[in-house]
């Protein structure tokens, strides 16, 4: 499956922006959605995720000002982002896993969007 990430932009601090992620097929198969993030010079990290049961979980450095969702009619994962912070400035990626037809488990990532936020 292919992803297509967007949403990402410039804010001040205690901003907000809404992060999308385009699946290329139905989503409703998939059995996980989340997103990552990578800030300049630091590893990946896990932000949030969402099983297709509709439960969530999300990292502790963003519980509580963000929600990730998805819309299985649109194919589309979303990430609203409350509350901005400068530690926040990364690119954000989307990714999705689940089984293949053949019964391989796999994991797919986007392209990235990059948020800034500015103090």
């Known amino acids: 499956v292919q992803l297509q990430a967007s949403g990402g932009g410039l804010v001040h601090t205690g901003g907000s922006l809404r992060l999308s992620c385009a699946a290329s097929?139905?989503?409703?198969?998939?059995?996980?959605m989340g997103w990552y993030r990578q800030a300049p010079g630091k590893q990946r990290e896990f932000i949030a995720q969402?099983?297709?049961?509709?439960?969530?979980s999300y990292a502790g450095s963003v519980k509580g000002r963000s929600t990730i969702s998805r819309d299985n009619a649109k194919n589309t994962v979303y990430l609203q982002m409350n509350s901005l912070k400068p530690e926040d400035t990364a690119v954000y990626y989307c990714?999705?896993?689940?089984?293949?037809?053949?019964?391989?488990?796999?994991?797919?990532w986007g392209q990235g969007t990059l948020v800034t936020v500015s103090s």
């Open positions: 990714s999705a896993a689940g089984y293949s037809d053949s019964g391989v488990w796999f994991t797919s």
């Open positions: 969402i099983p297709n049961d509709g439960t969530t």
């Open positions: 097929r139905s989503i409703v198969s998939l059995t996980v």
